[in-house]
């Protein structure tokens, strides 16, 4: 029996209203304008990052609105308040 190969590429048949195809063409970088194959996996890898990014921000939002996030920063700098010019000769603003 033939062992399965799995390939890095996932071929799929798509059907795509042509107005958005057209949109896409025009405000597409030249290079990958005339090839769909080609822009697709670069504004599906956009469409990714602009996600995750969005999580992200989210998730620090939400981290920084806890009130229990908020005390344990509040701590950290309380104690390194002491420590914060230690060593430094006072400098004036630049």
Known sequence: ??????????RRSVALPRTLVEEAAVV???????????????A???LVERRKARAF??????????????AENAAIARKFAAAEGDGLPHLAPI
């Open 44 to 46: 599906l890898r956009e």
């Open 57 to 70: 921000r989210r998730a620090m939002a939400a981290m920084a609105s806890d009130p229990a996030i908020q």
């Open 28 to 42: 597409a970088p030249a290079d990958l304008q005339g090839n769909l194959n080609r822009l697709l996996p670069v």
């Open 1 to 10: 029996m033939k062992a399965r190969v799995v390939t890095r590429t996932v």
